[in-house]
């Protein structure tokens, strides 16, 4: 028996690694602001992107998303009521959205263009733990947590929080009867990424909605400039 | 539980890669196969040994070990200058001044190291 070391040092997710740089490029390319929505189920991911939609469309800015679930065309159709182009991608048990699955729905979208968007956001399943692994070629990784949620979510899940770019926390309508303690949510999410923007907010009321809008607008020049 | 997707990409990389080898390792059979894996890359090893044999069987990786090397997190901590290596994942301070840290030099590890080969019989 002859045995030997072969020397592989090559990244698990190299085939999504370099799908999601093809698609960083892509979406370079063509000007669009790309955001990947994280979360647990239930955060509220689907009403705080409703309301991102509408809001960036009345403000004469173009935007569509994809939106991953397991099941169910249900949040595509939601978000369809704001008016921007909606494209469901249906995991089937598959536990995260990867990039070939938005390359592939991006692929033959009809009537919709990279180049055609400033915005495009992509709702991930519900999960805190798979999708962070995925790159999905986004410019900017949201993280949503909300206040049901109980304030140590960041350091259950650090790997999530540590590898996103803004923090969104939602309901914030209903903090004060669930007993939300604000500052220690705000201290365990720069506690496990430090400096990270963090928006307070409400779907339903509109509260920290222009601060966001404030901070896409922001981004977005960022990237075209 | 992403791992058994994981671990599908890593038979099929090895089997890709013993496919690439010189004619004179044709057929070589897998012994082991070692990863790096860092604290931040949400991989439970034990759930990555538990779908090893059933997605190596039938390939040149059946029977193979499986060796998880697990690497901490290092940070960079500005004001000390130096990085330094965290105990957990709770806390993203510097342990010698408590500074918080946003640099993460390591953690993010999901990579495979390299593998040990049987070449079987060798023709000089």
Not at chain 1, 19 to 40: P, T
Not at chain 1, 90 to 111: F, P, S, V
Request: include cysteine.
């Amino acid at each position: 028996m002859t045995t030997r070391i072969v020397e592989l040092r090559r990244g698990i997710l190299k085939k999504n690694d370099e799908l999601a740089a093809g698609l960083r490029a892509s979406y370079a390319a063509a000007g669009v602001l790309v955001l990947n929505l994280v979360s647990s189920p239930g955060t509220g991911k689907t009403a705080f992107l409703e309301r991102t939609l509408r809001e960036v469309l009345a403000h004469g800015s173009r935007a569509a998303a994809l939106v991953g679930d397991l099941e169910t065309d249900n949040d595509a159709r939601r978000l369809a009521a704001s008016g921007a182009p909606v494209r469901q991608i249906n995991t089937h048990g598959i536990c995260h959205l990867d990039a070939e699955m938005i390359g592939k729905h991006l692929d033959g979208w009809e009537g919709v263009a990279l180049g055609e968007l400033d915005y495009l956001f992509i709702e991930n399943v519900g999960n805190l733990v798979c999708p962070s692994s995925y790159d999905l070629g986004e410019r900017i990784r949201v993280v949503l947590l909300s206040v049901t949620e109980g304030e140590d979510k960041p350091l259950k899940y650090p790997t999530m929080f540590n590898s996103a770019d803004a923090a969104v926390i939602t309901k914030m309508d209903i903090a004060e009867p669930c007993g939300f303690d604000r500052e220690l949510a705000l201290k365990n999410i720069n506690e496990i990424r430090p400096g990270i923007r963090i928006f307070e907010t409400s779907a339903k009321t509109g509260a920290g909605i222009e601060e966001w809008l404030g901070y896409l607008g922001e981004e977005r020049k960022k990237r075209v400039s | 539980m992403h791992e058994l997707s994981l671990v599908t990409s890593i038979v099929e990389t090895v089997t890709e890669t013993l496919a690439a080898l010189p004619d004179s390792s044709r057929g070589a059979r897998v012994l082991e196969v070692r990863l790096r894996v860092g604290a931040l890359a949400s991989v439970i090893p034990e759930s990555l040994e538990f779908c090893w044999g059933i997605v190596s069987e039938g390939t040149p990786l059946e029977d193979s070990r499986l060796v998880v090397n697990l690497l901490p997190v290092v940070v960079h901590c500005e004001p000390c200058g130096i990085d330094s290596e965290l105990e957990g994942v709770q806390s993203f301070r510097c342990p010698h001044c408590s500074e918080l840290c946003g640099e993460i030099r390591q953690g993010r590890e999901l990579e495979i190291d390299s593998i040990e080969i049987d070449d079987g019989e060798v023709s000089e």
